[in-house]
């Protein structure tokens, strides 16, 4: 080892650990919920092809969560240089346990968003009126993966490596795009309200969350 590297000499391997974690955790919860719901997808559009555009969120939703765990990996990854800022077991641990706690959550939601989508899309093409409710379970399913990427961003160790209130304005905006292409998917003026609703509780909920922390 070199003599300009700073700090624990192993304290690297757990903080790649929970780079990884992240990014595979997360990748196999957006794999199985974007499987298993697509195969709902498919069974339905045999019968009712004009609804497969429409059924196609939960598959969108699950494929969200790979992003979130390749934001966390990038963050953890390019906050390890032993040779330019001392790296000891403190932050490996952290970093791990970081990645964990995205990626498991990521994991949980992509088979809760697998598991409601398969049912949600076959039940919708037998009665429309339940595909406002889908979306709603869909919506919280997704939150758990979101509740993972909170707590991580907000910690004082990853912030370390962010512009303040950079992570708070990336939740701001994914939750308001949610918002602003609801009208896409919900034709009643009531759908489109419990949807505004929902998806601003959890705005407010990352904001709470996020901005307190320099």
């Not at 209130?165 to 795009?177: D, E, H, P, R, Y």
Request: with cysteine; net charge neutral; proline share 3%.
């Amino acid at each position: 080892m070199s003599s300009s590297f700073s700090g624990d000499e192993t304290a690297p391997f757990f903080g790649f650990l929970g780079a990884a974690a992240a990014l595979v955790f997360s990748c196999m919860g957006a794999a199985y919920g974007t499987a298993k719901s697509g195969v709902g997808v498919a069974s339905m559009g045999v019968m009712r092809p004009e609804l497969v555009m429409k059924s196609i969120v939960p598959v969108v939703m699950a494929g969200v969560l790979g992003i979130y765990g390749l934001i966390i990996a990038v963050i953890i990854s390019t906050g390890i240089n032993p040779k330019a800022k001392s790296y000891y077991l403190f932050d490996g641990y952290a970093h791990l346990s970081s990645g964990l706690a995205c990626g498991l959550a990521g994991l949980s939601a992509g088979m809760a968003i697998g598991i409601v989508g398969d049912a949600g899309v076959r039940a919708n093409a037998q009665q429309p009126k339940l595909f406002v409710g889908m979306i709603l379970i869909l919506i919280f399913a997704e939150a758990l993966a979101l509740y993972g990427l909170i707590v991580v961003g907000s910690s004082k160790f990853i912030f370390d490596h962010l512009e303040y209130g950079c992570f708070s304005a990336f939740i701001w905006w994914l939750l308001c795009t949610c918002c602003r292409i609801k009208k896409g998917f919900l034709a009643d003026d009531k759908a489109c309200e419990s949807f505004h609703l929902s998806t601003a509780v959890l705005c407010r909920l990352g904001l709470c969350v996020c901005d307190p922390i320099h």
